[in-house]
């Protein structure tokens, strides 16, 4: 069976399995998250702040992400080579008059995003019931 194909650049915006998040230009912080009919707004609050987004010709930022899984024995990098694998394909667009210097540290950012580094360690989830009070 062959892997999903794995251009997300032009994949269908509500196409299922994909996720778009993108600012909404209303605040620093306010994005809007898009998963096939749904959407959804995410939004830090007043006390955090935020300013001028390190200082970079910044004006908008989309997030699309694209999750199936493949075959293990396609991804030469993995360590897992048995079964199947998750695979979370991301496509940044960056709006602004950025340098490549400046393209480029901002997708070292996008790599050491707390969710990303997450996602990319060995998870171990627990799950256990609390009684009700």
Known sequence: MPAEPTDVGNA???APRTVIVRETRR???QQEIISGAHHLLADEPVNVGGRDRKKLPLTRVQVRL???QI???DCAECETKEGMIDRIERVITLEGELD???RA???EMADKCPVHRTLKS???IRTVEEPAA
């Open 12 to 14: 269908d915006d509500t």
């Open 27 to 29: 605040g620093t912080f």
């Open 66 to 68: 694209r999750h199936g």
């Open 71 to 73: 075959h293990a024995t």
């Open 100 to 102: 490549a210097e400046q």
């Open 105 to 107: 540290r901002l997708m």
């Open 122 to 124: 060995e998870i171990d």
